[in-house]
Nanobody
Framework: QVVVVESGGGVVQIGGSLRLSCTAS????????MAWFRQAPGKDREGVSY???????TDYADSVKGRFTISRHQANAVTLQMDALKPEDTAMYYC??????????????????WGQGTQVTVSS
């Protein structure tokens, strides 16, 4: 059974930082691309950041470039360092996995395993 768990969300002030973590068990972690998506109330889910199975390819949504950093770690974990947070970053953040693939990295239909999400709230 594959289990994906996110952690690290919370409430932070404008300009603050948070570090989200995602761990996955029950699969060969090194065979999977991983991505972070987010969904704010009343809005569609959007891709935030992506890292491929080997960790040598990353990408970011334009809205977070220069502020967020995605990394892969041993022990089946991926982190998302979020700095200079803005109110528009407020959303539920989800970690997702797919077998390594060259399709659109932010096409959520290509991801097969999802976590339950962790809430990020940026307040003034």
């Amino acid at each position: 059974q594959v289990v994906v768990v996110e952690s690290g969300g919370g409430v932070v002030q404008i300009g603050g930082s948070l570090r989200l973590s995602c761990t996955a068990s029950g699969l060969s972690f090194d065979d999977y691309d991983m991505a972070w998506f987010r969904q704010a109330p009343g809005k569609d889910r959007e891709g935030v950041s992506y890292i491929n199975y080997g960790g040598w390819r990353t990408d970011y949504a334009d809205s977070v470039k220069g502020r967020f950093t995605i990394s892969r770690h041993q022990a089946n974990a991926v982190t998302l360092q979020m700095d200079a947070l803005k109110p528009e970053d407020t959303a539920m953040y989800y970690c997702a996995l797919r077998k390594n693939d060259w399709k659109d990295m932010f096409d959520d239909n290509t991801y097969i395993y999802w976590g339950q999400g962790t809430q990020v709230t940026v307040s003034s």
